[in-house]
């Protein structure tokens, strides 16, 4: 076992812990945490609305160059809400892969639709746009109201990869096959704020992209998630479902349709914004880490070969 | 106008508020709500789990003499889980009152099942339960495997009443009209935290409650739900549903139901649990707003009938 201890040494080493237990993830607060949190409390705007909830927004929209964003309960809401605006319905089908959280099958169930799993690359642990092509060739046929799966008869409604560990998948060969057979494409983006693809921010690829910022990420609203769009109509119409699709009045309460109460308090956002403005400083850090493993793995213990990141070749943090 | 002007001065007296706008409900911090926060972000518990949910839990479930307390995201969240848990499934009917916010029936929906409207009583503004009983009479036909609706066929799968802005409706005759009929009751009691009848907590007369702790409740965790239930295996599954339906195991994630992400996050409890420590001084300002009414609607504005709250008549709040 000299091996395993070869590398628990170098962990050990890297995350200055000698004897403890070192978690896999701990949030991070050295920034206006606690001065954010203490100005709901004094403004009284801990709830439905504030200026946080704006603040996130504006931020998530700018940092991923996508032209509305809006603040949720968590990711699971997040791509349940991308899902139904992309125009799944009940009984459609959701390509999506079986290498993720609970949360992105769910989502789909949610819709009472059914998701459909392609493999993953080896090399992305994300959706294989070659998985995804075979599968079309083989059960897709093209309608006029859409792509339908020969084998089942329920029409393909989207296709919603993951970017798992926030390693981007293909997603530009994903889009264009998206593309050729007009199914909607949606990014369940939960693990890869901050990630890109050839320059482009992960969920800014498709119609709508789905962002979590549960505890185990890399930022934390305590619990939240984000949609962003850069198609600026169902941006507004995500924000309206997730308010429970409320008819602006000044006292009535109408509902035209079915919504949800989805949005983000503001108490959450207060943390949340507090973490997107070291955001910069924890990928650094991440990307720091990657390093020293990948010299560990490449000089010290080569039986085992690290995943490379393609980005962080690009980005010049290794090479 | 000169009524109206009257009414006006009187609230404005009341509130110590001459000009300004009047809000209909802001969250008042009286107490370690500042506190508890710094709590969460010194010790980065913020989201999945802490001791501020493990308390809030603990808190309520003794509050309203309930086995078990689960905290969620929000009240309608709540409510979703309370029914699929009391047994409704897709094609159910849920028999409910149309004065109320619209998360009750949505809650309904989450569950693929259909809302049935009864009238509520005038003196409650809660369901009637004479409208029930006329309805069953009615449309009611009990089978070997429930009670159904003639008319549409459908099953009645829940009554699910709900306690207008804390009123407590005739909970307890339409616990009886259940137990007759032997269909399950849900309480929504997303407004009546603190709420009693005959001494009896509201969210404790049928098999699950829901309680809500939006920013316009008595008391607010920013977004939050809790389900109570005197039902311990219910309160169990209410808490692994709402925590995705994950086995417990070290590190493998195998869920065995369709679960929701619906846990509160640790510092929305944190909030909470402040808030809950001020709960009785907050029932206590609300009765002696409602005692104040009441004396200028019985002896200076009498054309105006105060609703009467046979609660505080019993407590001595008035009388």
Redesign the interface.
Request: proline fraction near 4%; charged fraction near 10%.
């Given at each position: 076992m000299m091996k395993t201890n070869h590398f628990a040494s170098f962990v050990r080493e890297l995350y200055k812990e000698p004897n403890e237990f070192i978690p896999l993830h701990?949030?991070?607060?050295r920034g206006k945490?606690?001065e954010y949190?203490?100005d709901?409390?004094d403004s009284?705007f801990?709830?439905?609305v504030g200026k946080y909830v704006d603040d996130v927004e504006k931020f998530c929209a700018n940092y991923t160059d996508t032209k509305k964003a809006v603040a949720v309960?968590?990711?699971?809401?997040a791509i349940q809400v991308a899902l139904r605006l992309a125009g799944v319905i009940p009984g459609d089908e959701v390509i999506t892969q079986a290498l993720t959280?609970?949360?992105t099958a769910?989502a789909i169930?949610?819709n009472?639709a059914h998701p459909v799993f392609v493999d993953v690359d080896l090399d992305t642990m994300g959706m294989s746009p070659d998985a995804l092509r075979s599968f079309l060739e083989e059960f897709g046929e093209k309608r006029e109201d859409g792509v339908f799966n020969t084998k089942t008869g329920k029409l393909i409604a989207a296709v919603l990869p993951m970017h798992t560990f926030g390693f981007m998948c293909r997603i530009t060969e994903i889009k264009h096959i998206c593309q050729e057979w007009g199914i909607p494409l949606v990014e369940d983006a939960a693990e890869a704020l901050g990630s890109k693809s050839e320059g482009q921010s992960a969920g800014s690829f498709g119609l709508l992209g789905a962002f979590s910022f549960?505890?185990?990420k890399i930022i934390?609203?305590?619990?939240g998630g984000i949609i962003v769009s850069n198609d600026a109509y169902l941006g507004q119409q995500a924000k309206y479902l997730t308010t429970?699709a409320?008819k602006p009045h000044p006292y009535e309460?109408f509902?035209d349709e079915?919504?949800?109460?989805f949005?983000?308090?503001?108490?959450?956002a207060a943390?949340l914004l507090a973490q997107m403005e070291k955001l910069e400083s924890y990928r650094l850090a991440k990307a720091n880490v990657y390093k020293q493993y990948h010299e560990f793995f490449s000089k010290v213990y080569k039986k085992i070969e690290l995943m490379p990141i393609p980005e962080a070749l690009h980005s010049g943090i290794i090479g």
């Open positions: 701990v949030p991070v607060f945490e606690k949190l203490l709901t409390i009284t801990v709830s439905s309960v968590n990711g699971t809401a959280f609970v949360a769910n169930a949610y009472n549960n505890g185990n934390t609203a305590g619990g429970t409320k309460y509902h079915l919504g949800y109460n949005r983000m308090p503001n108490i959450n943390l």
